[in-house]
T-cell receptor
Framework: EPEVTQTPSHQVTQMGQEVILRCVPI?????FYWYRQILGQKVEFLVS????????KSEIFDDQFSVERPDGSNFTLKIRSTKLEDSAMYFC????????????FGPGTRLTVT | DQQVKQNSPSLSVQEGRISILNCDYT??????FLWYKKYPAEGPTFLISISSIKDKNEDGRFTVFLNKSAKHLSLHIVPSQPGDSAVYFCAASGNNFNKFYFGSGTKLNVKP
């Protein structure tokens, strides 16, 4: 069964450093998302992406964040200068088509900023 | 931004009994509501959904009820099984599906 994969599973970085979180969505999916979950809190929407551009983003997704689909298979989330409060579990998700609401989530990347 | 709320952080149920997980929302523009199940160290997995034109959707042991006037939905699991023990998230979206709002989750423990 196709699945969304994410690498690395755990990333530790120092405050102020750049990190890139990687996701490989399901191959025929067209819509891509990033979410985060701070420990013990709700899953928060960050950004949605379609046709090589951002469809919608939340207020969390400020200038420090960017997304890219560099090669038609990977979908990346970059945080330019990490802060302590960026420590969270980051989930990538994809869905097949416009009218579909079912998103398939990856296992997540745990980001720890020290 | 508490548009979707799950007020019960945890629920414990005996195997074979009914589990009822609740979710409230504030935005009347939401058109679709979804339930996700999440095991530790895994991403959320889609479980069941309901659109705003319905008040009930059933899939096997899982039934979701929607009360639009009360802006409330619930997930019923019957009979509950130990393998159902997980965190359950309620989520909502408008009809463009560009953005999904999640609740904070309810941790269900089904005791054998």
């Amino acid at each position: 069964e196709p699945e969304v994969t994410q690498t690395p599973s755990h990333q530790v970085t120092q405050m102020g450093q750049e990190v890139i979180l990687r996701c490989v969505p399901i191959s025929n999916h067209l819509y891509f998302y990033w979410y985060r979950q701070i420990l013990g809190q709700k899953v928060e929407f960050l950004v949605s992406f379609y046709n090589n551009e951002i469809s919608e983003k939340s207020e969390i997704f400020d200038d420090q964040f960017s997304v890219e689909r560099p090669d038609g298979s990977n979908f990346t989330l970059k945080i330019r200068s990490t802060k302590l409060e960026d420590s969270a579990m980051y989930f990538c998700a994809s869905k097949a088509r416009k009218g579909s609401y079912e998103q398939y989530f990856g296992p997540g990347t745990r980001l720890t900023v020290t | 931004d508490q548009q979707v709320k799950q007020n019960s952080p945890s629920l414990s149920v005996q195997e074979g009994r009914i589990s009822i997980l609740n979710c409230d929302y504030t935005n009347s523009m939401f058109d679709y509501f979804l339930w996700y199940k999440k095991y530790p160290a895994e991403g959320p997995t889609f479980l069941i959904s309901i659109s705003s034109i319905k008040d009930k959707n059933e899939d096997g042991r899982f039934t979701v009820f929607l009360n639009k006037s009360a802006k409330h939905l619930s997930l019923h699991i019957v009979p509950s099984q130990p393998g159902d023990s997980a965190v359950y998230f309620c989520a909502a979206s408008g009809n463009n599906f560009n953005k999904f709002y999640f609740g904070s989750g309810t941790k269900l423990n089904v005791k054998p």
